[in-house]
């Protein structure tokens, strides 16, 4: 079927308002690592799915998947292995202080989750997230993903900070006074809370401020702003759906990255390679106070024997192939060549990235530093046609966002690349 | 291993609160049809799962989902085939002014969904819901969720009605008279947020009045309710994540049953046999104004190309082999066999069942129709020792909960009723 007839019927059941890449939609039959295939036998370098983790349907994940649904699927009313062995080897992976994990299906899931235990377990209702943020789509996520809503959506229980871009600020912002600004704009936000009368329940942040476009912030900013959520009463929530397992390269999470021991973590997207498996790992004591306050508290389909196989495949895949050290490497190979692309190219304002996560800042002006959206826009479906699959991103819309599979390689870095020269070459 | 050496090791990861079906949790290993293993190689009939709706791991599901995880799994932001005719085959299965389907993974997010919809759209907050129900664990939906939330847990924006209980209610509480009762009781929650300054959002119903336990509810009593709820503005959202699907036998859906046409449907749990899938099934244009109000609004795993697979083979087994029928005969099957059990035993108070989901009340004394909740609890374990899995719900916990998946045989029933007998009797 072509792909106008496809898109007419999708239109009939979905309407026409449900969210579809480029200007000229993507009807693809297949998967294979990093690559995608259409309806007409063309190929993509997927170089922007996360979901993906380990490579598109990866074999292992697969069988995993497939064993376990032929063998038993039932909810964690019923005693099984798989969600203690699972939940054994990620709790693995974090500080010993975070000692507890609850298994849900989706990002959204997790972070409604952890804004549960944040406000049941401290008494409070105030959360604080970035200018920029987004956590999900259930109703007080939205409230605290300030991409999507309003100030009256959000309400008196959500107060922003803005986003402290270090390629805008003024000239020469060192790591220190970086730390200084967040920490100030944090104690803006609980002072305003309590002039409001609200109590701050926690700072909800996606630890590679992925939707703001900086995911290579300085590591020290973060923890002299979680010193004064604690001393305000507040927790501290990572969102970890989309930089978690070992994306950055340096670290299996970002906070890590970031030297601070969050109070929750809230997971994801890559968690089971596309199939729907999602996490909160928290505070021993801080799980254990909402689960005895909430002792019905229960997931169906979460923390299930299908959906733990594949967890635990994406793990077995992760280790066994390396990939967190790829990413790091191939990470830092993608980036010279970026900052080479930089160098040659004058709508190529800012370079960023910390494994395989990248932010491509593109702008009208290298002095002015005028976003150049439009210019992203055609770049983005550029991309595309010739073969090569990136979106965008940030406040203005003009960055371009780079978040391959973890089984990137520098022959698909070369080819990324090498794309994008030409695609900037031909502006 | 032992099964108190994974529960400690459960305990280690989960909690202590993490909910456990049974005195002496099950410890399962295999599940096939109405059948599930535990790990010492004990085979329990399963009377209480309605996840697994077309059987434990049946071969058809677990092939679609292998075949379509081995060839691509991806977001609906790229166009493919497998969402769009499932949607359209599951659209088929409702009344033409419902139109359009939006794709999520959990009866949560599917409520969630619902309550923005009908809130955004009609402008107002205010939701009614039953006095002992259940919808699901995000933070919107707890505050609908009387079963689970403090009445200041539910704030201003939730009312309940009471749960009118024709077992309970004075002698001859006809079918006309229970109509007006609960027509009187919305009324009473609409009047109440008016006087609040609170508009009417819509009603959230359960269409089978699951946590209630009165799945036979007669099936007039709807349609007056939902007239006074749409004269104030607000809309209908039908639940039908527990009794969807074909399970009541006479009709697929609960609220075809009780002959409305809702504004929003709800569905998640059987649907795709176990693989993380919901949804919301709308009115076209209330749909369309809550999309393209939100056209960001978007699910990562929603409607990806192996849940849709899933769906589509759990609608190929219903039709196949012809299981909505077989709920209607070998439900009232079930429900003869409880009749006779009722007129055999004193704790048997009350007997009820469309389709297969049954309500069994025991009460101490059938003229005082006192609550025997201790005894409900002896008897599900003392079936679960015997072989047969159930459960127990309702105001007093006094109710045994029976919904077996769907390829529940007479042979099937012979056995829950003969184990039932015989817990009955020993007590």
Redesign the interface.
């Given at each position: 079927?072509g792909?106008e007839a496809?898109?007419a019927?999708?239109f009939?059941?979905?309407?026409?308002?449900?969210?579809?890449?480029y200007d000229e939609?993507?009807?693809?039959?297949?998967?294979d690592g990093v690559w995608?295939f259409d309806a007409d036998g063309n190929r993509y370098l997927d170089a922007y799915?996360n979901?993906?983790h380990v490579g598109?349907?990866h074999?292992r994940?697969?069988r995993a998947?497939?064993e376990q649904?032929?063998?038993?699927?039932?909810?964690?009313?019923?005693?099984?292995?798989n969600?203690?062995r699972y939940?054994?080897r990620l709790?693995a992976r974090f500080d010993p202080a975070l000692?507890?994990?609850?298994f849900?299906?989706?990002?959204?899931?997790a972070n409604?989750?952890a804004?549960?235990i944040a406000r049941e377990c401290t008494g409070n209702m105030g959360v604080i997230c970035t200018a920029h943020s987004y956590h999900g789509?259930?109703?007080?996520v939205?409230q605290a993903s300030s991409f999507?809503s309003t100030p009256e959506q959000r309400g008196r229980h959500v107060r922003t900070i803005p986003v402290i871009d270090p390629y805008r600020e003024a000239g020469d912002l060192s790591e220190e006074a970086l730390a200084q600004a967040y920490a100030a704009e944090i104690q803006r936000a609980i002072d305003a809370f309590e002039a409001d009368g609200v109590g701050v329940a926690g700072l909800l942040l996606c630890s590679g401020l992925s939707c703001e476009g900086l995911p290579d912030i300085p590591a020290g900013y973060l923890a002299r702003a979680v010193e004064k959520v604690r001393r305000a009463g507040g927790v501290f929530i990572a969102d970890e759906v989309q930089g978690g397992f070992g994306r950055f390269g340096s670290h299996f999470w970002g906070h890590q990255r970031l030297g601070v021991v969050p109070d929750l973590v809230t997971m994801?997207?890559p968690m089971g390679?596309?199939?729907?498996l999602a996490g909160v790992v928290g505070r021993?004591e801080l799980?254990?106070l909402f689960?005895?306050r909430?002792?019905?508290?229960?997931?169906?389909?979460?923390?299930?024997p299908?959906?733990c196989a594949a967890g635990m495949a994406v793990l077995d895949v992760l280790e066994e192939e390396g990939l967190q050290e790829n990413a790091r490497a191939v990470g830092n190979y993608v980036l010279d060549g970026l900052r080479t692309l930089r160098a040659c190219h004058e709508v190529v304002g800012d370079v960023r990235g910390s494994g395989l996560f990248f932010a491509v800042e593109l702008v009208g002006d290298k002095q002015a530093k005028t976003p150049a959206t439009e210019v992203a826009r055609h770049v983005v479906n550029e991309m595309r046609r010739r073969g090569v699959l990136i979106s965008r991103i940030g406040v203005h819309d003009n960055i371009l966002k780079i978040r391959p599979p973890m089984p990137f390689s520098t022959a698909h870095a070369d080819q990324l690349l090498a794309t994008l020269d030409d695609v900037l070459g031909g502006l």
């Open positions: 079927m792909n496809l898109l019927r999708r009939a059941v979905l309407g026409k308002h449900s969210p579809l890449f939609p993507l009807h693809l039959v297949r998967g995608l799915n979901v993906p598109h349907c074999p994940v697969v998947i497939a649904a032929a063998t038993l699927n039932t909810s964690t009313r019923y005693l099984h292995e969600v203690v939940g054994e709790l000692g507890r994990v609850m849900c299906c989706t990002g959204s899931e409604e989750l804004l549960r789509n259930t109703a007080a939205v999507l994801g997207k390679n596309g199939h729907p021993t799980v254990d689960a005895a909430n002792p019905m508290y229960f997931n169906t389909f979460g923390g299930n299908v959906s």
